[in-house]
């Protein structure tokens, strides 16, 4: 599942932060000039996105006011429909939606009889959310001022990830209602699961028919807003796969403990699943937590000079001491200075406890000796390992040391994304940024996933990325937003964003 | 705190088999000749009793219709209050209300002009509860016919501590309302604290004029429902004392981690506190769980030959496979055999995990590194073993093995309670139970815990137990209830555990 950096940073100053951690913060000024395009009618495109900017606010309010939740089994197959018509509205002349053994996904195509062809990777699903938690309603794509920002569309899924795509989509009804030319061909496949961890994605995106599209690709590219207020965008080159799993421990599959929870005076006399959970999850990490001791576990390969080299030069413009604060943190692992800690971050594989649940939860104490102790753990894993040889490394360890009992209950995840950075999806948004006036920067992987491995991985081999300006924050978080007039020259706001697609499009088609 | 075996088991199937576990079930035949006693008019009073069912039933109601919850701080001086008007209705002659830090008591004594004089230990608090588990009010006492039990009142209280106290202080009515001589002087002392660990206990018992009244006593017993259908009652010698306490493991004590919840992926340069917890758990207790592998722990004595042999008498009438379907258990520890199963259970302190609780909790998985995260623990205490060492030693270990900065937050616990065979207040029990022509057991101690230890430890060095007919079930879980009309022969309803006191009562006379 993608997970921006943003996804568990619920103010804005969190997800700035979160945000710079995952495209490299790195302060540079940008030029007041406008990108000079060379074939295409830069003005009358703008002037269409102006015309049309009402029009794609109310149509994006509309798509919030559906939210589709996979894990609620909400509005799955009213999404798909949804997100079918935007994309006849946009100009696809073949849309459909396909099903999947989960949640519809949707597959259509525009032809612009070009001679390059964009794949194109939305999500029409949306992250939970609690209206009790929100101080604006999160369906309701209510626009607010927020200070030092500016105007905000506050609702699920406004920056993840409804409003990015809703801005793709305006640059085509643009560049269309502007009487231009169509730069490129596109495949479009989208996915409800996303927030659950895709677990169908290769039901769609390897069905004949969509394989047979996408194979003519140049690659495939996500929207995504990318810009903030301290920082010039850069543009990663994958992210990390992720497995996401329970650890369960539990006397009925013991076969020792109770089956139910006891009162705790009877640990004199029974066997307990959580210190049999406790001492299976020490074998897992060293000491400080931070080395994978899991037998046989893939190995990552060491980090390239290539990539050392992004990371030197993207600390060089880097405020580590804001991101410090911003994530209360004073050290990093190790103490590791700031080259070596991103370097770390970059290149290691981590096991994460995300969640410890057992017996008792609430306030104060209670006298039980539970049945079953859960870790929720997460896995993130880089270029080089793949999801089913960790998950597997896992299951013959713990059977190994003789916790063949302990569930490990797979939820989720997929395998790293890695894509080169001569790749066009790559170079169209570098050359996006330069033409700005910017000197962007190139990252080597996410330390956050997303399922781009469906592209990267065989068969289709494909490049796969993020491009988009504009910006946004509080992911999985109350108050989700999308910036819609930036107070901040350095932040483009809805229509800039909206103009950054059109950009990204000449550019690929180059 | 005391918890009886009974509080985590919620179906009365569940209570009967953990009162067995503690008070050792075993099955001889209840003969149906009434007991006979020597002084008083047991008739007049019984007929007493009978006359005065209904209304103590209505004030056993009232009672319940005020819960005092120390968690909540819900009704504590009204509890308090509500206790000293019942001591005093039932023939309390000075009764008054002790402030303390935490809520208050309740101290009353009762001058028979006797020659004897016994201490009585009341809680006037109950559990906290959710109506919504319920099938009937909670707070309502609703007497409703429950299969194979007979008529039984549903409240919380009913059986864990008000309907007990009730039926005690119904017997001091009926024994007045005879015109019969009360047996004996009462020193009675309650508190309000019992169910968050009896924080303030000392400052009630140990006040000058308490522990002055407290002195004269031959021992303080506490009203509880001990029978079951399965097995006759029997009688132990004492308690495990506890220790309830979180570890807490946090980014801002640590100083490494991050002070709250941050985006997974950064596991890879931020260190974790849940990794911190789950590695300093794995130093308290043996790869098994069972033992305790804590430096300069407190040593736990051999058991007794004495108490060996006592295990072994009650093991002879007890239902080892019935305790284990009741359980879901399908071993001991070990796979030790049914005696050394109970030899452990009397004799072996134990460190249990009665909750884990860090990061997210919810169901399936949320992609964060936890700034925090928590072992709720319990750690039972054999007589030889105090209450401060435990904590001492805990602290030292946690300190010695770097883990310093791991918070060791206490909420509660006391001392072990160890009484003699030959006490008044133990002997009067086994006379009421074998003029009823039962061979009752003793049991060396509960594996559960109750603050005895303030009337056991000096300076008072009392005497300390429980007495009581009747049945109930489900404390500290929904639907708690009391008998009140009882189908089985063996097991009394409300007026025949009324009676046991009184019987009580004259056995500590003679």
Chains 1, 2 share one sequence.
Not at 134 to 140: C, G, S, Y
Not at 194 to 218: D, M, W
Not at 472 to 481: L, N, Q, V, Y
Request: charged share 25%; glycine share 10%.
């Amino acid at each position: 599942m993608y997970r921006s950096p943003r996804s568990s940073t619920p103010h804005r100053h969190q997800s700035r932060l979160a945000s710079a951690l995952a495209l490299l913060a790195c302060a540079v000024a940008l030029p007041d000039a406008a990108v000079a395009a060379e074939s295409p009618d830069r003005a009358a495109i703008r002037a269409q996105i102006d015309a049309r900017h009402d029009a794609s606010i109310e149509e994006l309010r509309d798509w919030i006011a559906l939210p589709s939740i996979a894990a609620e089994n909400r509005n799955m197959r009213e999404g798909a429909e949804h997100m079918a018509m935007l994309a006849r509205g946009a100009g696809f002349q073949h849309v459909e939606i396909l099903d999947t053994d989960g949640h519809p996904g949707v597959f259509a195509t525009l032809d612009a009889g070009a001679p390059k062809t964009l794949g194109l990777y939305f999500m029409y699903d949306v992250k939970q959310f609690d209206a009790a938690e929100w101080t604006a309603p999160p369906l309701e794509g209510r626009i607010i001022d927020r200070p030092e920002v500016g105007k905000v569309m506050i609702g699920r899924g406004a920056v993840n990830q409804k409003g990015p795509e809703m801005q793709f989509l305006q640059a085509l009804h643009a560049i269309r209602d502007a009487g231009q030319t169509m730069p490129v061909n596109l495949v479009l496949i989208a996915e409800g699961e996303e927030e659950i961890g895709s677990p169908h994605i290769r039901q769609l995106v390897y069905r004949p028919k969509v394989q047979a599209a996408l194979e003519k690709t140049v690659g495939v590219f996500m929207p995504f807003s990318m810009q903030s207020p301290d920082s010039p965008p850069s543009i990663h080159l994958g992210a990390k796969g992720v497995v996401e799993l329970e650890l369960i421990a539990s006397g009925e599959r013991w076969g020792r403990g109770p089956r139910k929870d006891v009162h705790s005076s009877l640990k004199a006399m029974v066997d307990a699943p959580a210190w049999r959970l406790i001492k299976a999850l020490d074998t897992l990490v060293s000491e400080d937590g931070n080395a994978i001791t899991i037998d046989d576990y893939p190995v990552a390969p060491p980090l390239s000079d290539e990539h050392r080299a992004m990371i030197a030069k993207a600390n060089a413009r880097s405020d580590e001491a804001g991101l410090k604060k911003a994530l209360g943190v004073d050290h990093w692992i190790d103490d590791l200075p700031w080259q070596q800690a991103q370097e770390r971050l970059v290149s290691q594989p981590t096991v994460n406890i995300e969640g410890l649940v057992g017996g008792y939860t609430g306030p104060g104490g209670k006298t039980v000796l539970p049945h079953q102790a859960v870790a929720k753990i997460d896995m993130r894993l880089v270029p080089g390992q793949q999801f089913d040889d960790a998950v597997a490394a896992l299951k013959k360890h713990l059977a190994k040391r003789g916790y063949g009992d302990i569930e490990v209950k797979v939820s989720g995840g997929y395998n790293p994304t890695q894509t080169r950075a001569d790749s066009a999806i790559i170079q169209a948004g570098l050359t996006v940024l330069r033409e700005r006036g910017e000197d962007p920067l190139l990252w080597p992987l996410l330390a956050g996933s997303y399922p781009g491995f469906v592209f990267t991985d065989p068969p289709l081999s494909l490049a796969s990325g993020h491009f988009g300006l504009g910006d946004g924050g509080g992911a999985h978080a109350p108050d989700e937003f999308l910036v819609i007039e930036s107070v901040n020259p350095k932040v483009e706001g809805y229509d800039g964003a909206v103009m950054s697609y059109v950009d990204y499009l000449y550019a690929i088609a180059r």
